[in-house]
């Protein structure tokens, strides 16, 4: 992960926000700011957008921004490779909050019982929560971990068939 590159997300890519917290990057998203508010906000971060208006209106203002186009999560996660030179890497110790943005704290079990399915809590030893006080959300490795790791390693498969 590298821990200088930030984003801002517009409102179509609540799912690749999401993905790019799950990978660590601290990322802001809201599907309700506008885009006078994005363009206030971006405070370094890149811009995420495909909107033109948008995209021409942050580079009138020496914005970062980068359009990941519209097809599947893989395909715009290797466009910002490329764009970025940057790796993703699924690492759970560096993800934040998928919801939140906010940076995730690793617990132990018994700090978590109450919040975790018994079976989840059963076959898995690690758990992490969001440190947001208004969040506190736990994960743990289950299903939707397999299928980034799965995704992680089709772009890498993607970038060796170039
Ligand atoms: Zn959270």
Same mark, same amino acid.
């Given at each position: 992960m590298?821990?200088? $590159?930030r984003f801002i997300v517009d409102a179509m890519y609540g799912s690749l926000a999401r993905w790019l917290r799950l990978l660590g990057y601290n990322t802001v998203y809201s599907d309700t700011k506008?885009?006078?508010e994005i363009l206030r906000e971006t405070d370094d971060r890149i811009l995420l957008?495909?909107?033109?208006? @948008? $995209? $021409?209106?942050?580079?009138? !203002?020496? $914005?970062h921004v980068l359009n990941p186009g519209s097809g599947s999560i893989r395909s715009m996660l290797q466009r910002l490779q490329e764009d970025l030179g940057i790796q993703f890497v699924a690492n759970p110790n560096e993800s934040r909050c998928p919801s939140c943005n906010g940076t995730l @704290?690793?617990?132990?079990?018994?700090?978590v019982q109450n919040q975790v399915p018994?079976? !989840?809590l059963r076959n898995h030893n690690e758990f992490w929560q969001c440190s947001n006080s208004l969040c506190h959300q736990v994960y743990w490795q289950g299903r939707h971990w397999t299928r980034i790791s799965n995704t992680l390693k089709q772009?890498?498969?993607?970038?060796?068939k170039e």
């Amino acid at each position: 992960m590298t821990p200088e $590159i930030r984003f801002i997300v517009d409102a179509m890519y609540g799912s690749l926000a999401r993905w790019l917290r799950l990978l660590g990057y601290n990322t802001v998203y809201s599907d309700t700011k506008s885009d006078d508010e994005i363009l206030r906000e971006t405070d370094d971060r890149i811009l995420l957008t495909r909107d033109k208006e @948008l $995209i $021409i209106r942050a580079r009138k !203002s020496t $914005i970062h921004v980068l359009n990941p186009g519209s097809g599947s999560i893989r395909s715009m996660l290797q466009r910002l490779q490329e764009d970025l030179g940057i790796q993703f890497v699924a690492n759970p110790n560096e993800s934040r909050c998928p919801s939140c943005n906010g940076t995730l @704290l690793l617990k132990r079990r018994e700090d978590v019982q109450n919040q975790v399915p018994k079976g !989840s809590l059963r076959n898995h030893n690690e758990f992490w929560q969001c440190s947001n006080s208004l969040c506190h959300q736990v994960y743990w490795q289950g299903r939707h971990w397999t299928r980034i790791s799965n995704t992680l390693k089709q772009l890498k498969s993607d970038e060796t068939k170039e």
